[in-house]
């Protein structure tokens, strides 16, 4: 029990990295700040544009959202981390990992947002144009406010699945959280930093899971 | 351009790394999805029990990993656990990391599932003389499988595809061939056969979850 403590839960390990660790979360909190709004604003573009109609687009945007789900995003990472350099093209970590998790997560978001407009009913669309509105204030003011509301769990699940994709950032020595934890486990001989890591982690994301966990049980209420 | 990305000399010298690779990948992955939606199922029904103070531990197994990213939990196991002795090799770590991960995220599937059916049904099963583990697997699921068939489908082919994850742990599937070739090769071919190994592998299974979710879609 002792020597558990001692390699998981050392508290004088914990007091030097600690620094370390803050520093890592506040990488990964600016990580989520830029890569969620780019993700969820590329996706509604590609949702909305489904909405078009055009069926040489649907093509296209069907193409796209699959490849980018059929890519690891760690993949996608290492791709364009090292693969873009041959041509000549230099991204800091930073920058290539808001670019990869851009294409991935809005992908994702594309779906789930074009399944939320696809709910709503053809009178809304009809109604609002009939009173004048235009198809952008249409979409804006009628459609999307109940298209977001009926896939909620979805954009909140998919959220999460980001935060926690920011984790692969580390492999291209990006200083978040898990990056600085080994770091710190690296400085201390001592695996604390990671165990600190996961916690954090937790604390911060058990949150949405209940949350997440309470919003499908409603769902499913309501359906049957 | 061509020369660094489709520079055929170096495909031709990397493709059997890559295949080998491929077989890596996709025996790690049926490995995970088997064990974990198994063990998944098996919580969702030990859950169904009512066991107050099980249920605890299940939720709370659940619920961290979920919330946990999976390539933390693998750094865990493969870099914490040697302190105390415990060695596993890189391949045993994302077996294990990953089935655990899928589990929790199948238990909440099921579970959702099993709740979605009616209280009527397990009453009317339960009346009939089947015992309750009978009422689950011949009433129960048969209709909660409808509702839980998309998300896991889902949920499969994200943790197929987070078995690149494992090349960190330096399991030589088709990322961790790529990567070293390509560090060889001074030339990015590796990775794009690479990005065509995984899209060979996960395109079609992609499509085929729209086909599921439209399948079993909850409004019809």
Do not use: H
């Amino acid at each position: 029990m002792d020597r558990l403590i001692e390699s998981f839960l050392n508290p004088e390990v914990m007091r030097t990295s600690a620094p370390y660790l803050v520093r890592g979360f506040w990488m990964t909190v600016k990580l989520c700040l830029l890569v969620i709004p780019l993700g969820v604003g590329l996706g509604l573009v590609l949702a909305a544009l489904r909405t078009l109609q055009r069926r040489w687009l649907n093509v296209l945007l069907i193409v796209y959202v699959d490849l980018f789900r059929a890519f690891p995003p760690l993949v996608l990472l290492v791709f364009v981390y090292y693969g873009l350099p041959y041509m000549g093209i230099v991204l800091s970590p930073f920058l290539a990992v808001a670019l990869a998790f851009m294409l991935n997560t809005s992908s994702y978001y594309g779906e789930i947002l074009r399944a939320g407009i696809e709910n709503i009913p053809q009178g809304q669309w009809q109604a609002a144009r009939s009173t004048g509105l235009n198809r952008i204030d249409t979409m804006r003011f009628v459609i999307l406010p109940q298209a977001i509301r009926s896939v909620l769990p979805d954009l909140v699940s998919n959220t999460l699945e980001v935060v926690k994709l920011t984790s692969l950032a580390s492999v291209v020595a990006l200083p978040e959280l898990l990056r600085m934890a080994r770091i710190a486990q690296g400085i201390t001989f001592n695996p604390t930093p990671l165990v600190l890591a996961a916690g954090v982690y937790f604390l911060l994301l058990w949150p949405f899971v209940r949350l997440l966990s309470k919003m499908e049980r409603r769902r499913i209420v309501t359906a049957t | 351009m061509i020369d660094s990305f489709f520079n055929l000399d170096v495909m031709a010298r990397v493709l059997p790394a890559i295949i080998s690779g491929m077989w890596v990948t996709i025996g790690l992955s049926i490995l995970v999805i088997t064990s974990g939606t198994v063990f998944g199922l098996a919580l969702a029904t030990l859950r169904a029990l009512q066991y107050k103070v099980v249920n605890l531990f299940i939720v709370f197994f659940v619920d961290a990993f979920r919330a946990i990213p999976a390539l933390v939990i693998l750094m865990v196991v493969f870099f914490a656990l040697p302190y105390v002795d415990v060695q596993l090799s890189g391949f045993v770590t994302a077996w294990l990391c990953l089935s655990l991960v899928l589990a929790a995220f199948c238990e909440e599937i099921f579970w959702t599932s099993i709740l979605s059916v009616d209280k009527g049904q397990w009453e009317a099963a339960r009346s009939t003389g089947f015992s309750f583990l009978r009422s689950l697997r011949y009433v129960v699921l048969p209709q909660a499988m409808r509702l839980a068939l998309p998300p896991l489908t889902n949920r499969a082919i994200a943790i197929g595809k987070s078995t690149a994850l494992a090349s960190v742990v330096a399991v030589p599937e088709i990322l961790n061939q790529a990567s070293s070739a390509q560090a060889q090769a001074a030339n990015a071919s590796p990775l794009t056969l690479a990005a065509i190994a995984y899209l060979a592998i996960f395109l079609p299974l992609v499509v085929m979850s729209r086909w599921v979710e439209s399948r079993f879609a909850w409004r019809q």
